[in-house]
């Protein structure tokens, strides 16, 4: 164990400012008494640099002079390592302080790094012993560090700032030596945005929300009623004693709803979308999507959402997880606002605070602009590059209709077979595909004369699929250099689509970590992301101009590794969420 000092019971900490300020690599830890940075408080924070003792200072009971030592260290230029940088950031926010330089965070190195073999967790814990060999105790991880504070305590803390610097020292060339020092570099900047995005949460018109919740109540109970009467009889059941016992139907049990189509005419083998999608028109049918969409609503996000609001804040403040997929996309919990439906009626709900405004861009087509990258497709990337509008190229291009006379529908169709026939997806499958997600309707012999067309026309795409369909990669990279160890039975569409999100994911990443330097001054805040789409939140009187810096950085954010296909987003400043469709 290196040794440590604990201020201010060792003495005065400013004393030691200008030997830490003088480092180049300075590892900081925090120990807060509890996980709300809204409500709870930083209590220590930690600083080992090599050569040192770990300096571990109480900010309850630190001076002023103490606490300004600190916050100059914190701004240096110096690379700071954390383990789960999100976390810390928020609570030394959240404290007053501010954090300069590089970022190096243990927690995401790792995740880069994991090969089959593991680690499967990254807790401090779990990689200090798969990197170093260390076994980390966390046992006073939950100790409670609010009130008097025991020496095993500050002796666990400071052990917490020093394997940093270890796993710095192992992590750093490890990453160069397998080619993922670009990609860390941006997973180490977004986590600055990660933080503000999850300390700044998003403002819920709770009002509105109830009477939307209350809508829906109403709509659900109405196609319940109506489906009721289709069941004719009461369902009977076999009791737990084995006699018979008259229930009402249950929606929600998947036999009960198959024996009711049946018994009303419609064969279907089971109760999903895809099986009742040829059915869709049936009165009873479309009572029953209507149902389950409502119920759904209720269950996943209209009932579950007010318990999420903050009561510090007044705000929601979900989690995400920045690597969150194996493609290298984010996940996000609690709420899971990356769900949220697109309806206008729940949109409109999430609203900017008084006297600001949201601003909100997205990429356009970004999948299809890296697919077009990857596979070097000389027509998607000649159209890309000429602004033109690809899906009405598509449509062009399997109709034999010019250009300038694409319908909307016929636009519609295209947009069915680019985003799925890209990923592998066969003529019955975008035939449901189309219909399902587009309201697009085409024959079986339609969808397999649209995908010969597709991949006639798109050489590249062609050509890639063609040569992953005869040599499968076990190993591939995202355009910035992300790692993906496919399994051996894994199958086309996962081997296509992985590298083609994690490259999408690496360049709004990308977008998110600029944005923390370029929005600068402008009042403005992160505060979500969804996939290929930036929610800021910022004075109304700076609005225009925030939108246009949003623009510009999102379109910058190509990291050099799109020099083929140039990005393009459309920014808008508005009143709400639904505003941005």
Known sequence: MNPYLYFPRDGSFSGFREEILAESVIAVDTETTGLDPNSDSLRLIQIAVFGKPVFVLDMLLCDDTDRDAVAQILLSPSIKIFQNAK???QFLRASGFETGGKI????LAAQLLKTPGGPARFGLDSISAFFLGTVVSKEEQTSGFDGDLREAQ????ARDAS??????????PALVSNGLADIASIEFQCARAIAEIESSGMLLDIDRWNILTDDTRETCRQAESRLFKYAGNWIVQPDFFGSETAVGLNLNSNKQVLDLLHDNGINVADTSKAALSPYRNEPLV??????RKASKMLGGFLEPMPSFINPATGRIHANYSQIGASSGRMSCW???MQQIPRDASFRECFIPSPGNSLVIADYSQIELRVAAQ???DEMMIEAYRNGG????????????TPVDSVTKKQRQAAKAVNFGLIFAMGARGLQAYAQDTYDVEMSLEEAEEFRDRFFRAYKGINDWHNAIKKNPPRVSRSLAGRRYFHREDEGLAGLYNTPVQGSAADIIKNALGMLTATLKGTGARIIAVVHDEILLESPAENALKVAGILKETMEQADGGFMPDVPLAAEAQVASSWAEKQ
């Open 87 to 89: 976390f810390d950031l």
């Open 104 to 107: 190096f965070d243990t927690m």
């Open 154 to 157: 500050i002796e666990y803390a």
């Open 163 to 172: 394997v940093l610097l270890e796993l710095r020292g192992v992590m750093a």
């Open 286 to 291: 479309k009572d029953l999507q209507e149902y």
């Open 334 to 336: 609690g709420p899971n």
């Open 374 to 376: 990857i596979a070097r």
């Open 389 to 400: 509008d690809l899906h009405k190229l598509t449509a062009s291009l399997i109709t034999g």
